[in-house]
């Protein structure tokens, strides 16, 4: 059984930065596309980002692209997401998916393996 572990959440006011950590214990995360989703309250899950497993390719949704970077450190096995300018509107948990594929996807359909997600709170 296959399960990520998302870490690096917490409490941080409007302009504040968080770098969340999605790590994958016994599981090689080089062989697979990786995407960061979140769920606000009262809200449907959302894409956040991906990246690829072959050339680290990197795609952003619109509400956060300019502000997040998702990046692969292979060596520790570790997929982070680093935040910047976080908005009240960024709160939500934050779950990280992979999936034994070349590219990522913002279809959470193609992802088999999840965590259970890190709780992220922008408040003034």
């Known amino acids: 059984q296959v399960q990520l572990v998302e870490s690096g959440g917490g409490s941080v006011k409007p302009g504040g930065s968080l770098r969340l950590a999605c790590a994958a214990p016994?599981?090689?995360?080089?062989?697979?596309?990786v995407g960061w989703f979140r769920q606000a309250p009262g809200k449907e899950r959302e894409w956040v980002s991906c990246?690829?497993?072959?050339?680290?390719?990197?795609y952003y949704g619109a509400p956060v692209k300019g502000r997040v970077r998702i990046s692969s450190d292979h060596a520790k096995n570790i997929v982070y997401l680093q935040m910047n300018s976080l908005k009240e509107d960024d709160t939500a948990i934050y779950y990280c998916?992979?999936?034994?594929?070349?590219?990522?996807?913002?279809?959470?359909?193609?992802?088999?393996?999840w965590g259970r997600g890190t709780q992220v709170t922008v408040s003034s």
């Open positions: 990246i690829g497993n072959k050339d680290d390719s990197q």
């Open positions: 016994g599981f090689n995360l080089d062989d697979c596309a």
């Open positions: 998916a992979a999936g034994k594929m070349i590219w990522g996807s913002w279809h959470e359909n193609e992802y088999p393996y």
